[in-house]
């Protein structure tokens, strides 16, 4: 029975990984890393297809993200340092440990916020519109996040407080090859020191329903001038904010409340007030491209302004330039169907002129033949009348001299 139950139990609950990290000679492969790795290649492969079916240029997300990825991984390092500074330099921190990011730690509001002042760096250098970049990368880093998040599973981090649901997550002890505990890179023995909410699956869900959500929105509706980057923002937020009421592990709080709940509300509202007063629309191809003139700075606001009406103007002339082709493509359809005919009837004219053109040119010939014909039969019947009666007449007065002899012989019998 207790045999049976245990079986059970482990059939229940989600095992965690037996070990984060594997050494290949003097070299660690964590699992944390290669998360992270694979997730911003996935990242920046997606966001370059967006951006290229928005109308931008080949290789500019590339570019960008030469300059985005340093600034976001700093900045995620230094945001959770930050929040939980007592782990480094508390009393029993080491300060040195903060720059061991392989560890893990890294606040996803300082990678989100470092990684866009390099991402606005690199639109400068290249002159291309950073809202419009955001709104091509968003689905891409929701998913690099969710992709992330699977580190956080190998690293047996960011879990929740202990439950006996189903589908919670074992947690176990790990020791080094000395035997001394170290849930970070050690081994595990297998030995369950105990069951809790997986809240980094809870979050990966959620990001993947977030980015199915923000690419129906975008195709549908045809999201613009960082309007989709701030619905992106606005809903990993949402998701977040439930998701640290469930976890129990150490973290900052201010009033009893962590740290990162009051970070999820304050930007949700910030992220929603820019999509209410953005410019509404979608940047047009042309508006992508590298531009010749230098554009405004964040602060300032007229020229920002200014540049957003043209922006608008421009995509609702695109947007009724793309309602009326349609039109346009069908009359221009029906006038070459009706030059196709005409030209069909010109063919048909000049194929009946040739034909009756030949068919009198026979006509004449023939008409030639005939009048040569009766011209050689009159030659012939007045040669006949000038030379042929003479043998008629020498005829005729044999005739007649036969008579008169006859006659004669008459005449000697009735003598």
Same mark, same amino acid.
């Given at each position: 029975?207790?045999?049976?139950?245990?079986?059970?139990?482990?059939?229940?609950?989600?095992?965690?990984?037996?070990?984060?990290?594997?050494?290949?000679?003097?070299?660690?492969?964590?699992?944390?890393?290669?998360c992270i790795i694979t997730g911003i290649v996935v990242a920046i492969w997606w966001g370059e297809r967006r951006w290229q079916e928005r109308g931008g240029q080949k290789g500019a997300i590339l570019d960008i993200a030469?300059?985005?990825?340093?600034?976001?991984?700093?900045?995620?390092?230094?945001?959770?340092?930050?929040?939980?500074?007592?782990?480094?330099?508390?009393?029993?921190?080491? #300060?040195?440990?903060? =720059?061991?990011?392989?560890? &893990?730690? %890294? $606040?996803?509001?300082?990678?989100?916020? !470092?990684? +866009?002042?390099?991402?606005?760096?690199?639109?400068?250098?290249?002159?291309?519109?950073?809202?419009?970049?955001?709104?091509?990368?968003? #689905?891409?880093?929701? =998913?690099?996040?969710?992709? &992330?998040? %699977? $580190?956080?599973?190998?690293?047996?981090? !960011?879990? +929740?407080?202990?439950?006996?649901?189903?589908?919670?997550?074992?947690?176990?002890?790990?020791?080094?090859d000395q035997g001394r505990l170290d849930m970070?890179?050690?081994?595990?023995?297998?030995?369950?020191?105990?069951?809790?909410?997986?809240?980094?699956?809870?979050?990966?869900?959620?990001?993947?329903?977030?980015?199915?959500?923000?690419?129906?929105?975008?195709?549908?509706?045809?999201?613009?001038?960082?309007?989709?980057?701030?619905?992106?923002?606005?809903?990993?937020?949402?998701?977040?904010?439930?998701?640290?009421l469930l976890r129990d592990d150490e973290a900052t709080k201010i009033a009893g409340i962590r740290i990162n709940s009051f970070t999820s509300a304050i930007v949700f509202l910030a992220a929603v007030a820019y999509f209410v007063f953005a410019t509404k629309g979608r940047e047009t191809a042309d508006q992508l491209q590298p531009s010749t003139v230098a554009r405004p700075w964040p602060w300032q606001i007229g020229a920002l302004r200014a540049a957003g009406a043209e922006s608008e103007a421009a995509s609702k002339a695109a947007a009724a330039a793309e309602a009326v082709q349609p039109k346009h493509s069908a009359e221009q359809n029906e006038a070459e169907a009706v030059?196709?005919?005409?030209?069909?009837?010109d063919d048909e004219d000049d194929l009946s002129d040739q034909q009756g053109a030949e068919q009198i040119a026979d006509e004449s010939e023939k008409a030639g033949s005939s009048v040569g014909e009766s011209a050689t039969e009159k030659k012939d019947s007045t040669k006949s009348e000038k030379y042929g009666n003479e043998p008629d007449t020498a005829g005729d007065n044999s005739t007649e001299s036969d008579a008169e002899q006859g006659k004669v012989e008459i005449s000697k019998k009735d003598d």
């Open positions: 029975m207790s045999n049976g139950a245990v079986t059970a139990d482990v059939l229940a609950y989600i095992p965690s990984p037996s070990q984060g990290v594997w050494h290949i000679g003097a070299f660690p492969l964590r699992a944390y890393a290669l030469m300059f985005a990825v340093p600034f976001g991984l700093v900045g995620g390092r230094l945001y959770h340092v930050a929040t939980d500074w007592q782990k480094y330099f508390g009393a029993d921190g080491h #300060p040195i440990d903060a =720059l061991k990011i392989y560890q &893990g730690g %890294l $606040g996803i509001w300082g990678a989100v916020f !470092l990684g +866009g002042v390099g991402a606005w760096i690199g639109c400068r250098v290249y002159r291309i519109p950073l809202p419009a970049l955001g709104d091509a990368i968003a #689905p891409p880093i929701l =998913l690099a996040q969710a992709i &992330g998040r %699977l $580190g956080n599973y190998f690293n047996q981090e !960011l879990y +929740g407080r202990k439950t006996d649901l189903p589908w919670g997550l074992e947690i176990y002890l790990r020791f080094d970070m890179n050690g081994v595990s023995t297998g030995v369950v020191d105990k069951v809790v909410q997986p809240t980094f699956l809870y979050e990966m869900i959620w990001n993947l329903l977030i980015v199915l959500l923000l690419v129906q929105i975008d195709k549908r509706y045809r999201i613009g001038h960082g309007r989709l980057f701030a619905l992106y923002v606005a809903g990993y937020c949402l998701g977040r904010f439930f998701v640290e030059a196709d005919k005409d030209a069909e009837a």
